[in-house]
């Protein structure tokens, strides 16, 4: 799933977190698993559809779920399984645990894949979360910017809105707001609306020099912050969020 756990973090998880007995799931049994997901998750989820004992069940699991979905696992399991019992790896593991939930949580730009999309546009989405798996926010600031403004001309193309090669995501966002059908209608409190979309223009407009001065696009001696980067990623993907709903 990408933007979500690896193998190698579900495998710390299982047997450093949970532990395993006799290849089974620490003292989970085929009943407590199943009370599990709905119990301590919010989630509807049945290891009678999976085969295996309770620990390749809950691999198989893990390993489908969105994001998301995967941060609600975890979080179950420290509230059925404190972290002050179990094995001994348990309280080493807890660190890590929760750096993945707040990972998860946090997500990135890939966990939406646009329904408006064209071939640079998925490739950048998965480089992004590939960036921010393995060396984190930073490295995958550049990526956000080339998602986005490909998004924006993919979605110029597909509605016939001429634009230049070389326009900015500014330029192209005022043009979809301009002549896109879909966002002549803004429902209620339209002029509310409206000045969040301008904001979105403001930011969108920040996004070309943070990216060029202060990511790892050029060979920046400063470079941002890991918060600062999940703040350009996060809100780079709220608008691309908002744009696929709307245009789609």
């Known amino acids: 799933m990408p933007g979500g756990l690896t193998d190698g973090e579900i495998t710390r998880i299982v047997n450093r977190y949970i532990g395993v007995s006799g290849g089974y799931l620490g003292d989970f049994s085929y009943r407590t698993h199943a009370d599990f997901y709905p119990e301590y998750c919010n989630l509807d989820i049945d290891p009678n559809g999976y085969d295996g004992t309770t620990r390749e069940r809950f691999i198989a699991i893990l390993s489908s779920q969105s994001p998301t979905d995967q941060a609600k696992v975890l979080r179950g399991l420290i509230e059925r399984c404190p972290p002050d019992e179990g094995p001994p790896t348990r309280k080493t593991a807890h660190g890590e645990v929760l750096k993945l939930i707040e990972r998860l949580e946090a997500g990135g730009v890939a966990d939406v894949t646009p329904q408006i999309t064209s071939e640079v546009v998925l490739r950048a989405l998965t480089d992004a979360e590939h960036l921010i798996n393995t060396s ?43 002549d896109h059908p879909k ?63 709307k245009l789609s």
């Open 183 to 245: 966002l002549q209608d803004l429902g209620p409190r339209a002029q509310d609306v409206e000045k969040v979309l301008n904001a979105c223009g403001a930011i969108l407009d920040a996004l070309l020099p943070v990216r060029n001065r202060a990511s790892v696009a050029h060979p920046n001696r400063e470079l941002l912050g890991e918060p600062e980067a999940r703040l350009v990623i996060n809100t780079g993907r709220t608008i691309l969020h908002y744009l696929d709903a």
């Open 136 to 178: 984190g926010p930073t490295s995958a600031v550049d990526r956000v910017h080339t998602v986005l403004h490909g998004y924006l001309q993919a979605v110029c193309d597909g509605a016939s809105i001429a634009y230049e090669r070389d326009d900015s995501m500014v330029a192209l966002l005022k043009k979809l707001r301009a």
